[in-house]
Structure formats: C-alpha cells, structure tokens
Antibody
Framework: EVQLVESGGGLVKPGSSLKLSCVASGFTFSSYGMHWIRQAPKKGLEWIALIYYDSSNKYYADSVKGRFTISRDNSKNTLYLEMNSLRSEDTAMYYC??????WGQGTLVTVSS | DVVMTQTPPSLSVAIGQSVSISCKSSQSLVASDKNTYLNWLLQSPGRSPKRLIYQVSKLDSGVPDRFSGSGSEKDFTLKISRVEAEDLGVYYCLQGTHLPYTFGAGTKLELK
C-alpha cells in the first residue's frame, strides 16, 4: 500500500527557513515524479513544485520560485521541500503527492511573528 | 498560467440527486502527446484530497461508477449520479498539461 508521511512543519517567524520531508513507502519511489501542494487555512489547493524521478527536472509555482527548493533522496525514499524567506502567506498545510493520486496527510506550516 | 474557472462554488443536494460541476480552462488542455490532463479530486471534511478522475474521464481504482467525467479542449464536467452521503466535501479540478499545474477554486457539495 502506498504511504506518504510528511513531517517538519511548525511555527516559524517571517524571514526564517524550514525543511519539510516526505517519506514514501509501498512503491518504487525512484521511478516516480513527486509533487508538493499546499492549502492555506480555509482556502483551496495550490500546486507548488514538481521533481522528476531522477531529479533531472524541477518546476515551481511563481509564488515560491527562488525561495523554495524541491529535492529528493532516492536511497532514503524521501522527498524534501526547503523553504527560505518564509512569509505569512506561506502559512498552509503542505502535502506531498505521487502522481497526484496518492497524497500524504500533510504537515502544517505557520509563519507568524 | 492556465486559469481554471470552476462553477458553481457550492451545491446543496439531497441524497439520491444528481449534480454536475463545470470547469473551464483559459487554454486548451490537449498536450503535445494528444492526451488531456484534466483531473477531478475530492477533499472530504478533515481529510487529504483524493483523486477521482484523470485524463478527463478515467476513473481511479475504487471510485464508484456514479462518478463520470466528460469534456474536451477547455470545457469539462464532473457528474455525480445518485449522490450519497460519502460524496460530500469539496471538489477540485486540476490541470496537469501546462506548468505550473493549476487548480480550480473548488465546489463545496453540501446536504440540502
């Protein structure tokens, strides 16, 4: 069974950094592209990043380009999202997803002074 | 970026009724490989989103055939026949043809 477990969220101040992780199991992680998607409180879904199976290509939403970095470690079955220069508008539940079919339970990031 | 316009924003429905949700894109969603990467997802209250339909009309495994998707190019529809209580929540369309991927604003399906 496919499982995706996010972690690393928390309360941080504006301007700070945070690194999220997503541990995958139940499938051959190194064969699939992976996504990060977020949802601000009481708002809709926003796609923010995609990484190819071999890290050869990475794509970002304009709202996070230059501040967030998606990466993966196929030896550890783990997807990452490094977030820098965090803003209040980055406050959201962050989900990782495989093929947009399988989603994790999310990790909450709150950016507030 | 492709703008996904989803309507209506909310629907009030009785169990057993049928409903339709519309999603219109600002650009054609036909990809260079001739596939159309239009997805429908459901987010039940307090849960992570779940994909129901991909490539316009293909049902994901385990999705009841009460759900159906149709459309082409820029105009798409999700239909739910004989709504059941487990169908309540927020429905989103999502285009995966053009980067960045973009979601519709959502349609909240509630009980009448």
């Amino acid at each position: 069974e496919v499982q995706l477990v996010e972690s690393g969220g928390g309360l941080v101040k504006p301007g700070s950094s945070l690194k999220l992780s997503c541990v995958a199991s139940g499938f051959t992680f190194s064969s699939y592209g992976m996504h990060w998607i977020r949802q601000a409180p009481k708002k809709g879904l926003e796609w923010i990043a995609l990484i190819y199976y071999d890290s050869s290509n990475k794509y970002y939403a304009d709202s996070v380009k230059g501040r967030f970095t998606i990466s993966r470690d196929n030896s550890k079955n783990t997807l990452y999202l490094e977030m820098n220069s965090l803003r209040s508008e980055d406050t959201a539940m962050y989900y990782c997803a495989k093929s947009l079919l399988w989603w994790g339970q999310g990790t909450l990031v709150t950016v507030s002074s | 970026d492709v703008v996904m316009t989803q309507t209506p924003p909310s629907l009030s429905v009785a169990i057993g009724q049928s409903v339709s949700i519309s999603c219109k894109s600002s650009q054609s969603l036909v990809a260079s490989d001739k596939n159309t990467y239009l997805n429908w997802l459901l987010q039940s209250p307090g849960r992570s989103p779940k994909r129901l339909i991909y490539q316009v009309s293909k049902l994901d495994s385990g999705v009841p055939d009460r759900f159906s998707g149709s459309g082409s190019e820029k105009d798409f529809t999700l239909k739910i026949s004989r709504v059941e209580a487990e169908d309540l929540g927020v429905y989103y369309c999502l285009q995966g043809t053009h980067l960045p991927y973009t979601f519709g604003a959502g349609t909240k399906l509630e009980l009448k």
